[in-house]
C-alpha cells in the first residue's frame, strides 16, 4: 500500500520566519509528488517534482524532491500571515490516474 | 466557468440513514476522486472512477458507494453502515494526461445528528 508522511503535523511561527515542510513516501512506480495548500475548504495546487522536475520554485515558496531519499521539502521564506494554511503532499504511481495517496499534511499557523 | 461543484455544503444526517453528496464537473476529466478528511488530518481516499461506469475502492471504502453514470457525475452514497462517517468530504477530478494535477470541489461537511 503507498504511504505518504509529513512532518510536522503543525508548526507555529513568526511572520518573516523561514519553514520547512517534509514529505516522505513510499509508492510502487513512483511518477510525481504534488504539493497542495487548503486554506479553509478546497487544496489548491502549488507545485508538482517528477523525475524530469526535481525542483520548482514560486515567489516566495520553493520544493525540491529526493528521489535518492524518496522525499520532498517544502520551503517558505519570509513567512506571511497569508501562509497559514494546511499544506498537503500527495503521491501519484507510474501508472496515470490511479490511486493518488495523500499525506496527512502538515498545519502551518504564522502569527504577526 | 470551468470547475467542480459539491452539493450541498452542509449535511445533517440521522443514525440509520443513507445520504447522497453530489459531485458534479465540467472541465471535461475522465478521473474522479472522493476523499475524506477528518480533523487536523489529511485527505483518505474512498473511492475513485477513471471512466464512465467504472470505479475502483480507495484505502476505507467500507460503509460507501458510488456510481459513475455519466462522465461529468461522481456521486458519494454514505451508507448506514459506515459508523462515523462525521468529517469533510472533498471530491476532486483529473484530466487523463501525463503529469496533471487534480482539482477539488468546496466539499461538503457531513455531519450526523
Known amino acids: 500500500e503507498d504511504k505518504v508522511v509529513q512532518s510536522p503535523l503543525s508548526l507555529v511561527v513568526h511572520e518573516g520566519d523561514t519553514v520547512t515542510l517534509n514529505c516522505s513516501y513510499e509508492?510502487?512506480?513512483?511518477?510525481?509528488l504534488l504539493w497542495y495548500k487548503q486554506e479553509k475548504k478546497a487544496p489548491t495546487f502549488l507545485f508538482m517534482l517528477?523525475?524530469?522536475?526535481i525542483e520548482k520554485k514560486s515567489g516566495r515558496l520553493s520544493s525540491i524532491l529526493d528521489k535518492k531519499e524518496l522525499s520532498s521539502i517544502l520551503n517558505i521564506t519570509a513567512t506571511q500571515t497569508g501562509d497559514s494554511a494546511i499544506y498537503l503532499c500527495?503521491?501519484?504511481?507510474?501508472?496515470?490516474?490511479?490511486?493518488?495517496?495523500f499525506g496527512t499534511g502538515t498545519k502551518l499557523q504564522v502569527i504577526p | 466557468d470551468g470547475g467542480i461543484t459539491q452539493s450541498p455544503k452542509y449535511l445533517f444526517r440521522k443514525e440509520g440513514q443513507n445520504v447522497t453528496l453530489s459531485c458534479e464537473q465540467n472541465?471535461?476529466?475522465?478521473?474522479m476522486y472522493w476523499y475524506r478528511q477528518d480533523p487536523g488530518q489529511g485527505l483518505r481516499l474512498i473511492y475513485y472512477?477513471?471512466?464512465?461506469?467504472?470505479?475502483q475502492k480507495g484505502d476505507i471504502a467500507e460503509g460507501y458507494s458510488v456510481s459513475r453514470e455519466k462522465k461529468e457525475s461522481f456521486p458519494l452514497t454514505v451508507t448506514s453502515a459506515q459508523k462515523n462517517p462525521t468529517a469533510f468530504y472533498l471530491c476532486a477530478s483529473k484530466d487523463r494526461g501525463v503529469n496533471t494535477e487534480a482539482f477539488f470541489g468546496q466539499g461538503t461537511r457531513l455531519t450526523v445528528v
Open positions: 472541465l471535461n476529466h475522465d478521473a
Open positions: 500527495a503521491v501519484e504511481p507510474l501508472r496515470g490516474y490511479q490511486k493518488v495517496t
Open positions: 472512477s477513471q471512466i464512465v461506469n467504472d470505479f
Open positions: 517528477t523525475s524530469s522536475g
Open positions: 509508492v510502487t512506480n513512483f511518477r510525481s
